[in-house]
Nanobody, 123 residues
C-alpha cells in the first residue's frame, strides 16, 4: 500500500519561509518523479496547479513561473522524501500543497497523491 504524507505547512507572514516535506512508502521511491501541486482556497481539485517537479535522480527540476527563484525542490532517495523550500512567501502562495508521485517526469497525470498540507501566508 502506497502512502504519501506531507508535512511542514503552517501560518506565516509575508516574506517568511517554510519547508514542506513529503515522505513516501510502499513503492520504489527512486523509480518515481515527484511533484508539488497547490490548490488555492475555494478552488476545485481540477484547478490544482503544478508548483514544482523533480526527476528520480534529482538532476532535473521544473518550477512554475510564479514560484521560480523563491522555491526550491529537492529529494533524498535514502529517506524516500522530497522537500519544497519556500522562501519570500506571498499571500498568493496561500493554498493546500499536495505531493504526488509519477513514473513520468512532470507528468500531467500523477500516480499517487498525498492528503495535502495547508500553507497560509498573511499580509
Amino acid at each position: 500500500q502506497v502512502q504519501v504524507v506531507e508535512s511542514g505547512g503552517g501560518v506565516v507572514q509575508t516574506g517568511d519561509s517554510l519547508r514542506l516535506s513529503c515522505t513516501v512508502s510502499g513503492l520504489v521511491f527512486d523509480d518515481y518523479s515527484m511533484a508539488w501541486f497547490r490548490q488555492p482556497p475555494g478552488k476545485e481539485r481540477t484547478e490544482r496547479t503544478v508548483v514544482s517537479c523533480i526527476n528520480w535522480a534529482g538532476s532535473s527540476s521544473f518550477y512554475a513561473p510564479a514560484v521560480k527563484g523563491r522555491f526550491t525542490i529537492s529529494r533524498d532517495n535514502h529517506k524516500n522524501t522530497v522537500y519544497l523550500q519556500m522562501n519570500s512567501l506571498k499571500p498568493e502562495d496561500t493554498a493546500t500543497y499536495f505531493c504526488a508521485a509519477a513514473r513520468d517526469y512532470c507528468s500531467g497525470t500523477q500516480d499517487y497523491w498525498g492528503q495535502g498540507t495547508q500553507v497560509t501566508v498573511s499580509s
